[in-house]
């Protein structure tokens, strides 16, 4: 996104004399959507070259990614001229720890209940009470705009917190899916195929979001806010664990194991194909979440932080894998049913508390909007 050169809306005059006006957030917003597609196009490949490995062998499916890795140099190079070039910059880091060093010491969860918490760490502070050294030796290395950066950053990731719990519900915990589809009728189907349907439906939707659905919510001037936009993929998320649990409980009702089914020799009668609608959900799910939190982590993250900002948010999915191993135990029967139906409880749940806690985001957008038109780029 760092490709698009415009810091405000802008006046275009398009090749018929006709002056429209250019909305940076919905530029974003379809920037990301389009980035988004793309990444699962690649996944989608996962499908031909696990048909390669089964059918010619790994160095076909080895070769195939080659080829296209290749092609990226060149692709490059045709573009440079055509690029925005950021200068490289120095790691945020060392400053960002010092910081926090500062904001978090002494008394701090006063300063926290009046609302001067980072005021404490501004340098223009920091010497009105006679503090020239954020420790002893140490010189302050920062400057005021450095810790009102940090406090935007803070704020811009609280959001993320809430997506621990998507990523749970998107993909289930550990290999309960993989294993649901294992213990049905599969007619001679790998039961990792399934998956290829989250890649397949986000190439499918996006698509129809970017050009169908949003565009006519714009047309009768209905604002999709962020903030729904991720509840509504929360809510998906969860609803795929929701027929999971719906699922299992069928599969242990038909397996000649009863709830032993993971294990059992013998297939529940139920079709190995209904696996996929949990995929659709998670990947509708992902449509709605993921494009926005890559949207609003570039927004609302100060310029020499916006990659910072997205290694959080991609840190997120480690909590959520750490958090999903600790939870192993929970995926073997005769427990999958309350596996998955704790996971969609937890996954509304968050889903709700997400929107009670941010409701009011799209006026501090608004606000952050207007400030930065005020600065100018």
């Keep these: 996104m760092n490709q698009y050169a415009y810091d405000q809306d802008v006046v275009k ?4 004399g006709e002056s429209v ?10 920037m990301t959507l389009l980035f988004y597609w793309a990444i699962n196009i690649g996944a989608f490949f996962m499908l031909a070259t696990s048909y390669a490995a089964r059918r010619v062998g790994f160095w076909l499916a080895f070769f195939v990614p080659m080829i296209m890795y290749l092609f990226l140099p060149f692709i490059l190079f045709y573009l440079q001229n055509k690029l925005v070039l950021e200068t490289p910059q120095g790691s945020v880091l060392t400053n960002a720890w010092r910081i926090f060093r500062v904001t978090f010491s002494g008394n701090f969860i006063a300063r926290w209940r009046n609302n001067t918490l980072w005021e404490y760490a501004r340098p223009s502070n920091m010497v009105a009470r006679g503090r020239t050294v954020y420790k002893k030796g140490k010189e302050i290395t920062w400057d005021d ?10 704020d811009a990731c609280k959001i993320f917190v809430y997506f621990v719990m998507f990523n749970l519900t998107d993909g289930g915990i550990g290999n309960a899916q993989n294993a649901q589809a294992g213990a049905m009728v599969l007619n001679g189907v790998p039961n990792d195929l399934f998956n290829n349907f989250n890649p397949l439906t986000i190439i499918v939707l996006i698509p129809i979001l970017d050009n169908i659905v949003y565009p006519f919510l714009r047309r009768h001037h209905i604002d999709f806010k962020p903030v729904w936009r991720i509840f509504l993929g929360f809510c998906l998320s969860a609803s795929s664990q929701v027929a999971g649990a719906i699922l299992q409980h069928f599969i242990y009702k038909t397996s000649p194991c009863g709830n032993q089914a993971s294990t059992c020799d013998e297939t529940s009668s139920v079709n190995g194909w209904l696996e996929i609608i949990l995929y659709i959900l998670q990947a509708s799910g992902e449509c709605f979440c993921m494009t926005t939190a890559y949207e609003l982590a570039y927004t609302r993250s100060p310029p020499h932080m ?11 999915s480690a909590i959520s894998a750490a ?10 029967d005769p427990l999958l049913v309350r596996t998955f139906a704790g996971t969609a409880v937890a996954g509304f749940l968050v889903a709700f508390l997400f929107v009670l806690h941010f409701r009011k985001l799209h006026v501090k957008m ?4 207007v400030a930065r038109e005020r600065n100018g780029p």
């Design 21 to 30: 006006i250019v909305d940076r957030q919905k530029t974003l917003e379809r």
């Design 323 to 332: 958090i999903g191993e600790a939870l192993t135990a929970t995926v073997v």
């Design 145 to 154: 705009q450095w810790v009102l950066d940090i406090r935007q950053t803070v």
């Design 13 to 16: 005059v398009l090749p018929l």
């Design 366 to 369: 608004e606000a952050e909007r």
């Design 306 to 316: 916006k990659g910072l900002v997205m290694a959080l948010f991609l840190f997120t």
